[in-house]
Nanobody, 115 residues
Framework: QVQLVESGGGLVQPGGSLRLSCTASGIIFSINVMAWYRQAPGKQRELVATITGRGRTDYADSVKGRFTISRDNANNMVYLQMNSLKPDDTAVYYC?????????WGQGTQVTVSS
């Protein structure tokens, strides 16, 4: 059974930074594409970034140049470094194993960008 645990969220001022972490278990982590999604109040969950097992990355246009996804295959971890945060980035952030169906989800971590 796949288990995902996200952490690192919090309250930050506009322009600030946060680093989210996700620990995965129950999968052969290194061969899986991992992803971060987010869901803002009243909106659908949206894809933020993906990273392949070999480290190839892709980003939503809204976060390109500000967010960086990375992974540590030795420790089954995936990260999301978020810089230059904007109020529109406020959401619950989730990591997932991109190609599993149904997608497994953790509890998420809340990111609030506000002055």
């Amino acid at each position: 059974q796949v288990q995902l645990v996200e952490s690192g969220g919090g309250l930050v001022q506009p322009g600030g930074s946060l680093r989210l972490s996700c620990t995965a278990s129950g999968i052969i982590f290194s061969i899986n594409v991992m992803a971060w999604y987010r869901q803002a109040p009243g909106k659908q969950r949206e894809l933020v970034a993906t990273i392949t097992g070999r480290g190839r990355t892709d980003y939503a246009d809204s976060v390109k140049g500000r967010f960086t996804i990375s992974r540590d295959n030795a420790n089954n971890m995936v990260y999301l470094q978020m810089n230059s945060l904007k109020p529109d980035d406020t959401a619950v952030y989730y990591c997932t194993v991109e190609h599993l169906r149904p997608r497994p989800w953790g509890q998420g971590t809340q990111v609030t960008v506000s002055s």
